[in-house]
């Protein structure tokens, strides 16, 4: 059976953890979509669209990835785009408890053959999230162990940095 899996997030922006977390997916997965989550509430510092240039530009060199538009309820995306395994990422213990509860709703809301599959995280990316990476880079400091080249390039392009 082919697998198809999804890797959800809001990805504000793409971080080394993501990355490594789409990687070490595409390595296992015969198709990798990342879905970049829409969600009007939520402040961003890139748009929708920048979001989605910047992981289709990070993840070039992987053939089995492709990037999507994630909106609506993550479960009807899944059941209507045909995935099989849903990709979570796991920086710690907190990590594991929040997607833990998600995980379980999931099961009652997606398709019968739809897996939840939680990927920990590389400890030299454990500590990294998406906020620090704003704040850090905001800030002036060095950027370029917290996210890719081209994620920093941009980011330094938006603060003027």
Do not use: W
């Not at 213990?93 to 897996?115: C, I, P, R, V, W």
Request: hydrophobic share 40%; with cysteine.
């Amino acid at each position: 059976m082919k697998t198809k899996a999804l890797y959800a997030g809001s990805f504000d922006p793409l971080t080394l953890g993501h990355l490594d977390i789409i990687e070490r997916a595409a390595n296992i997965f015969d198709e990798v979509v990342v879905g970049v989550v829409v969600n009007l509430e939520k402040k961003t510092m890139f748009t929708f669209e920048e979001r989605m240039e910047m992981i289709e530009k990070t993840v070039e060199h992987l053939p089995n990835v492709k990037v999507d538009m994630c909106n609506g309820l993550l479960a009807d995306f899944v059941n209507n785009n045909g995935f099989n395994v849903v990709v979570r990422g796991l920086r710690n213990g907190s990590d594991f408890d929040d997607e833990q509860s998600m995980a379980q709703l999931h099961q009652h809301l997606y398709n019968d053959k739809t897996e939840t599959v939680f990927l920990i995280s590389d400890s030299k990316y454990a500590f990294i999230s998406s906020t620090m990476a704003k704040q850090v880079i905001s800030l002036g400091g060095k950027g370029d162990m917290l996210v890719p080249p081209y994620v920093l390039e941009k980011m330094k392009g938006r603060l003027n940095k």
